[in-house]
């Protein structure tokens, strides 16, 4: 195993933080790291909002769960799907800018790409990090914060900093259970992949001290709800079109 | 800068490969590496479908542009966002998967997140890669040959082999321009972001010996047209809710 793929594997989510700010040196090295992703045609529709502001990573934190690691890790970023450099190039062309689903689309999928090699490069540098998802509770409120123009559209924060915890690994579905040959697996392969999976993440649970569940028992709880309802009126009334 | 932050700059998308096959164990290698990312509150909605037959791939490709790249290469991925494990466990424990935009943006980041780092393991064992958004010019007959079931959403395509060019890197925008403090930048930042990048595409593109233009000419030209009008009916025709 290499060192690149020994990184990804040395991944844990953190969610404990010394209160050692992050370089800017160290975030430009991984601003660039994380550019040198592939995007679509070179369109690099997305940007990385670094949150300095006490106050307003206090209210983001609050947002997000709340999730105290917001306001407390070493640095924290929102990551954004960009449409705004073509939405303003378009207009100083005197041209509109008028795309569905696939721009947004590919804005999240750039975003993302751009997203896993920041990650992975503060990862490899020694720093923990963590996706925050709860960025999406409430993205109404998110933006009347960050007031973000039209054609941009956060989709989750970033934890990043030193570790103040080190956890066990959380274990994967069996390579085999996503990877597959030409044929995508019937119900009953898929439901024997999820039932070996329920052991394994039953037996990490133990481990952790955590009450006894399994794969499924998460999940199922998981979707009880429909989840932020809000997410496609949000990014709608930034300027995006998703049909 | 550590090796892999210089696998990351070493990315460059490779369009020609010898005829090599990738062999399983280098596949399995970054499949599990891949998995070692983030993944949404361990939901890991997604899948690789490796495409090993000859007329599968041979009509893929020509779906993809033509590109015929896609069955000329070492090794061909579809990467799909697949809530279908979520759609069948709902369904054994007699339950409805009932999720919005939320759900499907999940799935799409998730598999973001697998198949950056699933490239990057491959990039860094010496593999040359390419993502084929062309996969996404008509999912309606790239699924004919698939036959996926609803819950599976194919995304993009990806190549994989030994390089049989060595193409120089395409610049970036500078890291100024997509990283940013606390407060989204005015258009006439944003442009003079553009106009800056602009001199340094053209550099580039004069440097490969391609026609002379800079990055807005070819931003409006991809953009001139409503791309790919289709994908929202093509997602929900495979039991997505992208509302």
Redesign the interface.
């Known amino acids: 195993?290499?060192?690149?793929?020994h990184?990804?594997?040395a991944?844990r989510?953190i969610r404990r933080f010394t209160d050692e700010i992050v370089p800017r040196e160290h975030?430009?090295?991984a601003?660039?790291?994380?550019?040198?992703?592939?995007?679509?045609?070179?369109?690099?529709s997305?940007?990385?909002?670094?949150?300095?502001?006490n106050e307003?990573r206090q209210a983001i934190a609050d947002l997000c769960g709340p999730q105290q690691k917001v306001h407390d890790c070493g640095a924290f970023f929102v990551i954004c799907a960009?449409n705004?450099?073509?939405m303003?190039?378009?207009?100083?062309?005197a041209?509109t800018?008028?795309?569905?689903?696939?721009?947004f689309?590919?804005s999240?999928?750039d975003a993302?790409?751009?997203?896993?090699?920041f990650?992975?490069?503060f990862e490899?540098?020694g720093y923990g990090?963590?996706?925050i998802?709860g960025l999406?509770n409430d993205l109404h409120a998110v933006n009347d914060i960050?007031?973000?123009?039209d054609g941009?559209f956060p989709?989750?924060g970033l934890c990043v900093g030193h570790p103040n915890e080190q956890p066990i690994?959380?274990p994967?579905?069996a390579?085999e259970?996503?990877?597959?040959?030409?044929?995508?697996p019937d119900?009953d392969t898929?439901?024997r992949?999820?039932e070996s999976y329920d052991e394994v993440?039953r037996a990490y649970l133990q481990a952790r001290g955590a009450a006894p569940a399994n794969?499924?028992d998460?999940?199922?709880k998981?979707?009880e709800k429909?989840?932020?309802?809000a997410?496609?009126s949000f990014?709608e009334s930034q300027g995006a079109r998703?049909?």
């Not at 601003?31 to 690099?44: D, E, N, R």
């Not at 259970?177 to 995508?184: F, Q």
């Open positions: 195993m290499n060192d690149t793929i990184s990804m594997h991944h989510s975030i430009l090295e601003t660039k790291a994380g550019q040198a992703a592939a995007t679509s045609s070179a369109v690099q997305y940007s990385a909002l670094h949150i300095t502001d307003k960009d705004r450099r073509h303003v190039m378009h207009e100083r062309h041209r800018f008028d795309q569905r689903l696939e721009a689309l590919v999240v999928i993302t790409l751009f997203a896993q090699n990650t992975l490069a490899s540098m990090t963590c996706y998802g999406r960050l007031k973000l123009p941009v989709v989750y690994a959380r994967r579905l390579p259970a996503i990877l597959h040959e030409n044929v995508y119900d898929i439901m992949d999820i993440y794969w499924s998460a999940m199922l998981r979707f429909v989840a932020r309802p997410l496609a990014y998703i049909d």
